[in-house]
């Protein structure tokens, strides 16, 4: 099945720095790739995401690239806020109602200091 | 409601206890899933329902665990005999289509003393 690794699990950047996660997913049929974030005791909530068939999305100031030869997917985060400091994990799937799961990985907690 | 709502939000037991935790998903979403999150642990799914039935119970991890949906809409989660290792957040989420945005709710604290 589906394994999806993440990196790095902590991160700590300086308000105004760039933040960058990385995953790879081990299963090449995987053409969802989803964010998610999750605030100190909330819920997790889809920030972006990206298929197979674009290499690169960009909503105001994170971004989702997608390398499908070496099987990774990485979120940018510019100019990084207080706000952003949450859990972001990384998800892949075989796609809309496919018939494998959406598999995350063991997320990444990023810290924004002002 | 407007998401996805999960009762109770906090729930103590002691162990050997049989727990039921329950999930309303958003109207008219198909698909409802059940995932766990150890403290500070990523998200592990246990099952995935289309509807009433449960295509893939693949991530249970023992037989004390099981989950039925009822009229495509609420599911309940129940543990039997509850372990200490059983202790996480319960979170369940349910979207339109399988794997399509998934809309979570903000699960049940399982403390298992």
């Known amino acids: 099945g589906e394994n999806v690794e993440q990196h790095p699990s902590t991160l700590s950047v300086q308000e105004g720095d760039s933040a960058v996660i990385k995953c790879t997913y081990s299963d090449s049929a995987s053409n969802y790739f989803p964010w998610y974030k999750q605030e100190l005791g909330k819920r997790p909530q889809l920030i972006i995401d990206?298929?197979?068939?674009?290499g690169e999305k960009k909503d105001q100031r994170i971004a989702v690239t997608l390398n499908k030869t070496a099987k990774h997917f990485s979120l940018h985060i510019t100019e990084t806020q207080p706000e952003d400091s949450a859990v972001y994990f990384c998800?892949?799937?075989?796609?809309?109602?496919?018939?494998?799961?959406?598999?995350f990985g063991k997320g990444t907690k990023l810290s924004v200091k002002p | 409601g407007a998401g996805v709502s999960q009762s109770p939000s906090n729930k103590v037991t002691e162990k050997g206890k049989d727990v039921e935790l329950r999930c309303d998903p958003i109207?008219?979403?198909?698909?409802l899933y059940w995932y766990r999150q150890r403290l500070g642990q990523g998200l592990e799914f246990l099952i995935y329902?289309?509807?009433?039935?449960?295509?893939?119970k693949s991530g249970l991890p023992s037989d004390r665990f099981s989950a039925e949906r009822t009229g495509e809409s609420v599911s309940t989660l129940t543990i039997q005999r509850t372990q200490q290792e059983d202790s996480a957040v319960y979170l369940c989420?349910?979207?339109?289509?399988?794997?399509?945005?998934?809309?979570f709710g903000s699960g049940t604290q399982l403390s298992v003393l």
């Open positions: 998800a892949a799937s075989k796609g809309l109602g496919s018939q494998g799961n959406l598999i």
């Open positions: 329902f289309q509807g009433n039935s449960a295509p893939d």
């Open positions: 989420a349910s979207s339109l289509l399988r794997n399509e945005k998934l809309f």
């Open positions: 109207s008219g979403h198909t698909a």
């Open positions: 990206i298929r197979s068939n674009v």
